[in-house]
């Protein structure tokens, strides 16, 4: 199946900050790549997604960037709050409809 | 969003036993399910997938015998772990997908403890 890396494992970053997160993948066929947020104790949660036509997108303060010929893409938050406080995880979903989860990063936005 | 159900939130059970672990989506007519399992602070493993009315796909290493997937309807999936072992514990978690290559929603997840 596909293989995807997320980097970094954990994160921390002054609030105001910004943080990046980034993942690759193996399957060249994967189309749809959704990013999750997990607060402690809760499910996991979608904060954005991008298909394999387009480049970037954007939603307030989150953007995610993907580079296909790459076979990479990325998570920007800026002006980072405390409340960003979660582990994230990038997922790459298959031409079959199988979503493949990254590793997880621990991101910790420092008051 | 959609809501995902997940039911028990936590069980107990002895080694040897069978647990049955249940998956609904409320409000949406979830086409695939996915079962995935998650160690502490560790990322969600993709167990297997199941389209509704069809047999699972397991990922490779997931035994297939042991981690029983059915998904008889559009809203219901079961997994069922057979002859439960402590190694068997773990925090499993399904997500429910409507429509192909689209967000898909997770449950609140199971923690499975087996003694």
């Known amino acids: 199946g596909e293989n995807v890396e997320q980097h970094p494992s954990t994160l921390s970053v002054q609030e105001g900050d910004s943080a990046v997160i980034k993942c690759t993948y193996s399957?060249?066929?994967?189309?749809?790549f959704p990013w999750y947020k997990q607060e402690l104790g809760k499910r996991p949660q979608l904060i954005i997604d991008?298909?394999?036509?387009?480049g970037e997108k954007k939603d307030q303060r989150i953007a995610v960037t993907l580079n296909k010929t790459a076979k990479h893409f990325s998570l920007h938050i800026t002006e980072t709050q405390p409340e960003d406080s979660a582990v994230y995880f990038c997922?790459?979903?298959?031409?079959?409809?199988?979503?493949?989860f990254g590793t997880g990063t621990s991101l910790t936005v420092i008051p | 969003g959609a809501v995902v159900s997940q039911h028990p939130s936590r069980v107990i059970c002895k080694s040897g036993t069978s647990v049955k672990i249940e998956c609904r989506s409320l409000?949406?007519?979830?086409?695939?399910m996915f079962w995935y399992r998650q160690f502490p602070k560790k990322s969600l493993m993709l167990m297997a997938t199941?389209?509704?009315?069809?047999?699972?796909?397991?990922e490779q290493g997931v035994e297939k015998d042991k981690f029983l997937i059915n998904h008889a309807s559009l809203t219901l999936s079961t997994l069922t772990v057979t002859s439960a072992h402590p190694e068997d514990s773990s925090f499993y978690i399904c997500?429910?997908?409507?429509?192909?290559?689209?967000?898909?929603?997770f449950g609140q997840g199971t923690r499975l403890t087996v003694v």
């Open positions: 997500s429910a997908s409507g429509t192909p290559n689209t967000e898909a929603f």
């Open positions: 399957d060249s066929a994967s189309n749809y």
């Open positions: 991008i298909r394999s036509n387009v």
């Open positions: 997922a790459a979903v298959s031409a079959g409809n199988q979503f493949y």
């Open positions: 409000d949406f007519q979830a086409t695939t």
């Open positions: 199941s389209n509704e009315g069809s047999k699972a796909t397991y």
